[in-house]
């Protein structure tokens, strides 16, 4: 079974800087998918980014990027520029490659609580 | 297309009482998800559909809880005489493409008391 750790809880960030919330995981995959999902209060996740894990190039969408490490199982996210719009909590999720056989699912971790302050 | 609808966004319930929530999934989405989510928690898989067919469960899904999707559409998930443990946000998503990530509804937030 696949497990995935968000150590942070909670973190807070002055707006314009730069956050980075950390997000490792363990399984014996070597085919995988992993993602980032935000929260916010309205409760509607969205999916913020996505890395599959026979890519060395790290994922970038406009102002968040993440850095993968996959010898580490480290699934990092790094939010550029921080806007209050970004607080949300932020769920690091992973997914088997193949489809099938319990592999549909995503496995998410517990979350962390991003808080951009004014 | 409006996203994926849930119905209703709030269920207060008595113990032992049964209640049923809808997910209308974006139309043209065959995979169909059912996630439990609490306080504090990130979500946790319940269960899966392409179109019609119930693919998956998870262990979470006692034998109290029961999940349909007639016609590959809308999906209702049921539970039976509940438990204030099963008090949760339940979350449904749909996608047309695992590997893309899924669309969330804004969930039912189910309270038993």
């Known amino acids: 079974a696949q497990t995935v750790t968000q150590s942070q809880p909670e973190m807070s960030v002055q707006e314009a800087e730069t956050v980075t919330l950390s997000c490792t995981y363990d399984?014996?995959?070597?085919?995988?998918?992993l993602f980032w999902y935000k929260q916010p209060p309205s409760r509607q996740m969205i999916l913020v980014i996505r890395q599959e894990a026979y890519k060395q190039q790290n994922a970038t969408e406009n102002r968040f990027s993440v850095n993968f490490q996959k010898a580490a199982k480290s699934f990092s996210l790094k939010i550029s520029d921080s806007q209050l719009g970004d607080t949300a909590m932020y769920f690091c999720a992973f997914m088997k490659s193949e489809s099938g056989g319990g592999a549909d699912g995503l496995t998410f971790g517990k979350g962390t609580h991003l808080i951009i302050q004014p | 297309d409006t996203g994926v609808s849930q119905d209703p966004r709030h269920k207060i319930t008595k113990r032992g009482q049964n209640v049923t929530f809808r997910c209308d999934p974006i139309?043209?989405?065959?995979?169909l998800y059912w996630y439990r989510q609490t306080l504090g928690q990130g979500p946790e898989f319940l269960t899966y559909f392409q179109n019609e067919a119930q693919l998956e469960k998870s262990r979470l899904l006692s034998d109290r809880f029961s999940a349909e999707r007639p016609k590959g559409s809308f999906s209702t998930l049921e539970i039976q005489r509940t438990e204030q443990g099963d008090s949760a946000m339940y979350l449904c998503?749909?996608?047309?493409?695992?590997?893309?990530?899924?669309?969330f509804g804004s969930g039912t937030r189910l309270t038993v008391v």
């Open positions: 139309s043209e989405h065959n995979r």
């Open positions: 399984t014996s995959e070597n085919n995988y998918y």
């Open positions: 998503a749909s996608s047309s493409n695992r590997v893309y990530g899924y669309t």
